[in-house]
Antibody
């Protein structure tokens, strides 16, 4: 069955970097678009980034553009989110989610979430 | 950026009753709307996509309707497991993909 297992969340200081991971099983990552979505404590859902199945098209929310990079390792079937120059407002529970097609579609499977806290 | 506005913010309904949740888009998104359910401590779950198509394994008491700028999620007879927060999402014009702010469905 499809599973997305996340890791990498931590408490870090403003300006630091962090890399989140999302290990996929039950399907081939390169056949699907994949997204990152975040949820600040007590708040709603905010889309962060997408990587299309072709691996070339990547899009970001304006709030993270230039600081975050989405990528994947096809050999490991793992999705990543490299987060640089972290700010207090980046504190959130980060979810990876599978696009139900190649990209730009609803999210049919979600990881369990990993918590990122930015604090001095 | 397309803004989705959900109403009401909180809806109190008794088990067995009908619940109707609304989502309005700031411009037309055709039928490219999905609905998600989120329970405390859990990831969101896809309920409806393409405005009215139930996702795999979703009970028939969940139904979606609408197109353009007005969308509705209806739960015909509420069960105890249906309480939580519901989000609409548009995937017509992006980036960014956007979500509504959520409707909290609570037991009356």
């Amino acid at each position: 069955q499809v599973q997305l297992v996340q890791s990498g969340g931590a408490v870090v200081q403003p300006g630091w970097s962090l890399r989140l991971s999302c290990a996929a099983s039950g399907f081939t990552l390169s056949n699907y678009g994949m997204h990152w979505v975040r949820q600040a404590p007590g708040k709603g859902l905010e889309w962060v980034a997408v990587i299309y199945s072709d691996g070339k098209r990547k899009y970001y929310a304006d709030s993270v553009k230039g600081r975050f990079t989405i990528s994947r390792d096809n050999s490991d079937n793992t999705l990543y989110l490299q987060m640089n120059s972290l700010r207090a407002e980046d504190s959130a529970l980060y979810y990876c989610a599978r696009d139900d097609d190649t990209g730009g579609n609803p999210f049919d499977y979600w990881g369990q979430g990993t918590l990122v806290t930015i604090s001095s | 950026e397309i803004v989705l506005t959900q109403s009401p913010a909180t809806l109190s309904v008794s088990p067995g009753e009908r619940a109707t949740l609304s989502c309005r888009a700031s411009q037309s998104v055709r039928s490219n709307v999905a609905w998600y359910q989120q329970k405390p401590g859990q990831a969101p779950r896809l309920l409806i996509y393409a405005a009215s198509t139930r996702a795999t394994g979703i009970p028939v008491r969940f139904s979606g309707s609408g197109s353009g700028t007005e969308f509705t999620l209806t739960i015909s007879s509420l069960q105890s497991e249906d309480f939580g927060v519901y989000y609409c999402q548009q995937y017509n014009s992006w980036p960014p993909i956007t979500f509504g702010q959520g409707t909290r469905l609570e037991m009356k």
